[in-house]
């Protein structure tokens, strides 16, 4: 097992782990960034747009990326995994295991001609299932680093991808990799996950192809997306009539997620306004019960959907099914004029889901974390970014719900603390 020495450790390289490490390397510290997923840009790469700005997402991420893989003071592991977390008496210890891409990252040049050559499709992942890629792939467009991965278990082993390799570095034997990672510091930025499709039952999310989830609808949305437009994934067809269904995965006791996600109304609001330009002739109505636009410019935000034509509808949607052409029929209560249940049908419908912890497992760092599985922030502390271990900081959604500003500006502070505890505090003494 080798042994990688660094001032801080960070855990997870979104935009929370990546604006860290380049603050903290700007002070003169090491940073080593390990990132579960073959590229780092964590779930912000994946997004259209992002709201109120309607900025492009992959023009804020991209050159974040950049940045964090050039930094002379940054390392990073991708593909790798956290066995352990332990703290020792001149700071902590960390077991990661780096997984086998079944190609040598030293000799490739990034040609791509192992993916052309390679005869197996297979789902793609960073599509969320809307497309296919093939077995031996560089996971998108603008991953970083740009090397393939090689999923062993849709290989066929035809041998295809390794004849037409021009450096002969695809392996079919390489092995985990154990490192030993010591740190003075560690940042947890694991992210989040969105609440599965079938948290639900009542909504069918995994059994009606033409209901989906926000981020798949953020990949309908971005221009290098899967099917390049909008379009139903049952039939290739455009849709006339569009629905949100506000709080799928949020504020429910009966799923076990009682609290609000603060981001969902924000970017079903930020989809629909989308559409509405990119659709215009496209009926497009979010059925909410309560709308909470609570960050700056967000009200003003709202207001601009509701004046270009976007439908708001104070409802609760009990049900979903479909016809038999596909089209997802959506059984709603309406709140504010008291009429009965009724059925209203739609094209497309999108869940509106909330935000989940990433992990709920700290690597054994005994981390105090609430009945959610976010990242408790000690009462008494005027950070953010503090939590009950000293030298373990935590920065984004990993201790809650929150959008991309505040996440970008707990990084900051997280980024702060970490380098007045290394430089301040004796580790050991």
Same mark, same amino acid.
């Given at each position: $097992?080798?042994?990688? &020495? /660094? ?10 782990? $990546? ?14 960034? =390990? ?26 991420? #991209? ?51 192992? %993916? ?6 297979? /789902? ?16 998108? /467009? &603008? ?28 392996? !079919?034997?390489?092995?985990? %990799? ?11 930025? /694991?992210?989040? %996950? ?15 192809? +033409?209901?989906?989830?926000?981020? *798949? ?28 269904? *506000? ?39 979010? !059925? ?11 009200? *003003?935000?709202? +207001? ?6 976007? +439908? ?12 038999? @052409? ?9 709140? @504010? ?6 059925? =209203? ?30 990242? &408790? ?10 939590? &009950?271990?000293?030298?373990?900081? =935590? ?11 505040? #996440? ?9 603390? =970490? ?11």
């Amino acid at each position: $097992m080798s042994t990688k &020495n /660094t001032d801080v450790l960070i855990l997870g390289s979104g935009i929370a782990g $990546m604006q860290a490490a380049l603050d903290i390397g700007d002070n003169g510290l090491n940073v080593v960034i =390990v990132e579960k997923s073959p590229s780092i840009g964590g779930k912000m790469i994946s997004l259209s747009k992002v709201f109120p700005t309607l900025d492009c997402a992959s023009c804020i991420t #991209t050159p974040k990326m950049a940045a964090s893989s050039h930094h002379p003071r940054v390392d990073i592991y991708t593909y790798t995994e956290v066995k352990e977390i332990k703290k020792v008496s001149d700071g902590f210890e960390a077991v990661i295991i780096k997984k086998p891409r079944f190609v040598i990252e030293s000799e490739c040049i990034s040609c791509k001609k192992c %993916e052309e050559a390679c005869p197996v499709y297979v /789902t793609d992942e960073f599509e969320y299932g809307l497309g296919v890629k093939k077995a031996i792939s560089i996971p998108f /467009t &603008n991953a970083i680093p740009q090397f393939p991965v090689l999923d062993e278990s849709k290989c066929i082993r035809c041998g295809a991808c390794a004849r037409v390799c021009p450096k002969d570095c695809i392996d !079919y034997l390489q092995k985990p %990799e154990e490192i030993k990672v010591k740190s003075k510091a560690v940042i947890i930025s /694991t992210g989040y %996950e969105i609440t599965p499709m079938d948290a639900k039952k009542e909504y069918n999310g995994t059994k009606l192809p +033409n209901v989906i989830s926000s981020l *798949q609808a953020e990949r309908l949305l971005a221009p290098h997306g899967p099917y390049g437009k909008f379009l139903r994934p049952s039939d290739g067809k455009i849709p006339d009539s569009i629905a949100y269904v *506000q709080c799928a995965g949020s504020r429910d006791e009966s799923i076990g997620i009682p609290y609000c996600s603060r981001v969902c109304c924000m970017y079903a609001i930020k989809q629909a306004m989308l559409l509405s330009g990119m659709l215009p002739l496209s009926e497009i109505t979010i !059925y909410y019960m309560d709308m909470r636009a609570f960050g700056k410019g967000y009200e *003003q935000f709202y +207001n601009q959907a509701r004046a270009m034509g976007i +439908n708001f509808v104070k409802a609760k949607v009990a049900k979903i099914t479909e016809d038999e @052409e596909h089209n997802p029929i959506l059984r709603i209560d309406r709140q @504010e004029d008291g009429s009965k249940p009724q059925e =209203v049908k739609h094209d497309i419908v999108v869940l509106s889901q909330g935000l989940v912890p990433s992990t709920k497992n700290f690597f054994g760092l005994e981390l105090e974390i609430n009945e959610y599985g976010f990242v &408790n922030q000690p009462e008494k502390s005027l950070s953010p970014a503090k939590t &009950n271990i000293e030298g373990v900081f =935590v920065a984004g959604v990993a201790s809650g719900p929150k959008d991309i500003p505040d #996440t970008i500006m707990e990084a900051g502070s997280a980024a702060m603390e =970490v380098i007045n505890y290394v430089k301040s505090v004796k580790v050991g003494s």
